[in-house]
Structure formats: structure tokens, C-alpha cells
């Protein structure tokens, strides 16, 4: 595959290079993959910048404005629309009396997921048969999810609830990249998505958190309280419309924060490291050990899925182009010292089911660390080539964007195949 990576990129090369002075046919090349062209045609440029049309795609490629857009009628209507809907799915349980506890518990992932996917594959304009099959799909996640056995107690039900916001997000994934599920690219503009969306819902809370403030005391000031009625129907409206909302800002300005979620993964990814390195020590001297403690177990595994994800952001978040040797190094670095964390996390797993024998809550543990560990181990081999060859971190971004789905089989395993080979306990 790593060689099919190549060689497309080094075909699309070529091809901008023959046909740089056909505007026809490099529209078309363009409109046929935007992300390959546009990185290929950037490393690129500095040998054809005789051309005149190759300004002309210089600009265009890489043209930001600092004015706002606000999209088009139809986008604006469809975000009051999906953003009032998913306020009212948050308010089932209180319009028609369902226990809280039950329905947020299997039902929270469907407030913001379906519309956003609706969103996305009106966007790509995706045949109606991928949009069936993710309609039935979804119908289908929100029957088994809500006739399984009510019983709290039950691992497998607890899982199924906290791995279903993951499979809804791979169906998600699956309209963001459009009819060719193959294209490795549109994966990648997938993670930088998320990143981006992470970074704009933030700053939208925050802003959200500074109006909530300001109007109670302004009310409080007359004599209102409504403290009550704001946060029982403002925040919860609020906070459910805020990754629709911040979608909508990441699409129609990506000049806002496409370059945001880079420089923060540029910041913290060494933070991490010292602070990964620093803890591994502590721990050393602590006397405390997963091996044993169970609830320092679940904090590693989290803290391992958190480094995890700071890696695939920052790979994701810059091109090739715009990283420096001494970043690559760094990321590499911080893979190694996550490879051994990682590492001690599923011995400690291993160590645990002789002892105490298999359960769901072992097992998902141990299936989710041996597939980090296996895309931690490809990831570390890309960091490391690219140390040495820059063009090697494309390489390291399309071997985290073809796992995914390998993600995305094991959250099925997990929500519709553990809770019957387990016997729903």
C-alpha cells in the first residue's frame, strides 16, 4: 500500500509538470484529488514558477481571506434546523418523561452525530445508496443499543454505551470522506477536522460560559432569578448545538483555525514528552503499579489514549513541507516513550486475566491496546524514517489514515458482539 502511497504522489507530480500549461485538463487533475494535488503542486512550485498560470494556482491553493463567510442560505438554515433538533433530542427524557440516567446513558451520542452526518453527506452529495446504508445504520445503532437489558451493572452494557459515540463517529468519518472511502487523503482532512472542531468548540463554550455569566447578573441585578430556566433550557440547547455550530465555522472559514490545531500539537507534543518521561520515572518511586490497582490501570490506558491522539493530531495537522527535522525527532520520541507505556498497560492486562480470569471490561481493554500499540509501532517506524527523509511523513499520515477502519471494526466487535458472547453481564 506505503508503495501505492508513492507512487500516486509522484504520478500526480508528473502530471502537474505536463500539463501546467493545459488549464483544462489541470482543472480536472485538480477537481480529481484536491488534497494530493495541492500538497504535490506546493513542493513543486519553485520549478515551474515560470509559468504564469503557475501564480495563477499558487494564489488560488493557498489564497486566505481575513473576511468572514457565512456560507450559503441553504448551509445557514440547515445549522438553525440541525441545531434546534439536536436541542430537542436533548430534552426527550423531560418532554416525554424518560428516566435522565437511561436515555443520556445509551442515547447521548445521537444528539449531535446523525445531524452531522446528514450535514456531511449533503455536502459530498453522496449517492443514495451510501446514504442508506449509514440511515440504516444509524436506525439500526439506536434500536440494539436501546433494547438492551436495563441493568447498570452489566459491563457489556457499559462498553456497548461508551464504544457507540466512537462507531457513530466512524460513520461520520464515512460521509466526511464521500463515496471513495479509499481516499487516504480525505481521512487525513477527517483528523484535521476533528482537531479543528475540538479547538472552535472550545473557544465557542468558553465564549458561551462568559454570556451565561454576564446574563444571569445582569438579571440578578432586577431581582430575576433564572438561573434555573437558563441552564435547564439555554445551556443545554447551547451545548448541544456547539459542534454543529463549530462545524458550520470550520467549513465556511477554514482560514480560522486551520492553523491552530498544528501550532497547539507543536506546543504540547514536547510538554507531553518531558511530562510522559517525568511520570514514568515518579511512578518507578512511587510504588504503585497497573499490575495490581485496577483504577491506576484505567488512568494509564486513558493517558495513553490521550498521548495517542496528541500524535495524530500534530502528524496530521502539518505537511511535510512545514515540518522541521527537530519536530520529527520530538514525535518520534514521544511514540517511543507511548510504545513503552503502552507496553506496561497490556503487560499489566495479560497479568490480570490469569489471575482473575477473562472478562468484557479485560478484554476491551486488552483489544484496544493491541491495536494502538500495532498503529504506535507504524507510526514510530514513519517518525523514524522521516527524520531522515522529509517526504517519509506523508507516509506517516496515510499509515494513521488506513487504520482507521481497523478502529472502527473493533468499536462494532465491542457494541454488537460482546454483550452476547459475554451473556449481556
Known sequence: MNNNITKNSYEMRNAILNLIDDPKQLEKLYRDNKSTFRNEFNLIYNDIRDHKIADFWKERLNYETSELSWGTVNEFIFVIFASLLAGLIA???????????????????????????????????????????????????????????????????????????????????????????????????????????????????????????????LFSLINFNIEEFYFKYIVIMGLSAVPIVGTYIIQTNPQLVNKVSPLIAKIFSPLVLVTLIIYLIAMIYSGKDPYNDREFLVIFNALLIGVMAIILFSVA?????????????????????????????????????????????????????????????????????????????????????????????????????????????
Open 91 to 217: 430534552k426527550i427524557p423531560e418532554i416525554a418523561g424518560f428516566d435522565e440516567e437511561y436515555f443520556y446513558q445509551r442515547n447521548i451520542g445521537f444528539i449531535v452525530f446523525p445531524l452531522l452526518t446528514i450535514f456531511f453527506g449533503w455536502k459530498n452529495n453522496l449517492s443514495n445508496g451510501r446514504i442508506a446504508i449509514a440511515s440504516v445504520v444509524t436506525l439500526c445503532s439506536v434500536i440494539f443499543i436501546n433494547l438492551l437489558p436495563d441493568n447498570n451493572l452489566s459491563d457489556t452494557l457499559i462498553l456497548s454505551c461508551m464504544h457507540l459515540p466512537l462507531f457513530l463517529w466512524a460513520v461520520l468519518g464515512s460521509t466526511f470522506v464521500g463515496d471513495n472511502l479509499k481516499d487516504l487523503h480525505k481521512r487525513i482532512d477527517f483528523l484535521k477536522y476533528n482537531g479543528d472542531l475540538v479547538v472552535i468548540s472550545a473557544l465557542i463554550a468558553i465564549s458561551g460560559g462568559i454570556l451565561t455569566g454576564i446574563t444571569i447578573g
Open 317 to 425: 495537522g502539518t505537511s511535510k513541507t512545514e515540518r522541521t527535522r527537530a519536530e520529527s525527532v520530538i514525535l518520534f520520541t514521544l511514540s517511543v516513550v507511548t510504545i513503552i507505556v503502552n507496553s506496561i498497560a497490556l503487560s499489566a492486562i495479560l497479568f490480570r486475566i490469569p489471575e482473575w480470569g477473562i472478562t468484557p471490561n479485560r478484554m476491551a481493554v486488552l483489544g484496544g491496546n493491541i491495536l494502538i500499540l500495532g498503529n504506535l509501532l507504524i507510526v514510530s517506524y514513519r517518525l523514524f524514517r522521516s527524520i531522515k527523509q522529509a517526504d517519509q511523513i506523508e507516509l506517516v499520515e496515510k499509515s494513521i489514515a488506513s487504520y482507521l477502519p481497523v478502529y472502527a471494526i473493533w468499536t462494532i466487535i465491542v457494541i454488537f458482539i460482546f454483550p452476547f458472547v459475554f451473556g449481556f453481564r
